[in-house]
């Protein structure tokens, strides 16, 4: 039997076939490029909360502070959630390992290159969560980063 995902390196990574297909909004079906972002779509597509919900379908142009040049940024997530009788909110959401969104810690174990990689990684997904902010306050939507520490929303 042909598993429904591939194992690269530590990642699992597929497409997901959403149950309420109502709900997703997007061309095609969606591809999870980690477990947590499986977790997600599975809580988007079953919340009764959520209204409607997109995968990478949001391109934000941002500057690389690295390298000075113009970049597009792929938003992993947009979520509208209905809170309450008539609000409905929109989310601008961005998945990432916890380790991603605090400034990276040299110290004297790490080897240069490995430092260089992680504040590299650090001023980037600064640069673009400044841009999507910025973006999501222009379009009326609320920009979220969610790490590991908020997965245990997504499991009920």
Same mark, same amino acid.
């Given at each position: 039997?042909? +598993? &429904? *995902?591939?194992?690269?390196?530590? @990642?699992?990574?597929g497409? @997901? ?5 109502? +709900? ?37 142009? *941002?500057?690389? &502070? ?30 990432? &390992?916890? +380790?991603? #969104?605090? &400034?990276?810690v ?14 590299? #990684?650090?001023?980037?997904?600064? =640069?673009k969560?400044? =841009? =999507?902010?910025?973006? =999501?306050?222009?379009?009326?939507y609320?920009?979220?980063?969610? #790490?590991? +520490?908020?997965?245990?929303l997504?499991?009920?």
């Open positions: 039997m042909k +598993k &429904p *995902y591939k194992k690269y390196k530590e @990642y699992r990574q497409v @997901y076939k959403p149950v309420n297909k109502h +709900k997703y909004k997007g061309s095609k079906n969606p591809k999870y490029l980690s477990s947590w972002e499986l977790k997600f779509f599975r809580w988007c597509d079953r919340n009764p909360h959520v209204e409607q919900w997109t995968s990478e379908n949001v391109y934000i142009p *941002y500057i690389s &502070p690295v390298d000075g040049k113009l970049h597009k940024y792929i938003v992993d997530n947009t979520v509208f959630i209905r809170e309450g009788k008539d609000k409905l909110v929109k989310y601008l959401i961005e998945i990432k &390992p916890y +380790k991603q #969104t605090i &400034p990276p040299n110290h004297g174990n790490k080897k240069r290159s490995t430092i260089i990689h992680e504040n590299y #990684t650090w001023q980037t997904n600064q =640069a969560w400044i =841009a =999507a902010k910025d973006w =999501a306050d222009k379009n009326g609320i920009f979220q980063l969610v #790490t590991e +520490k908020q997965f245990n997504f499991t009920r």
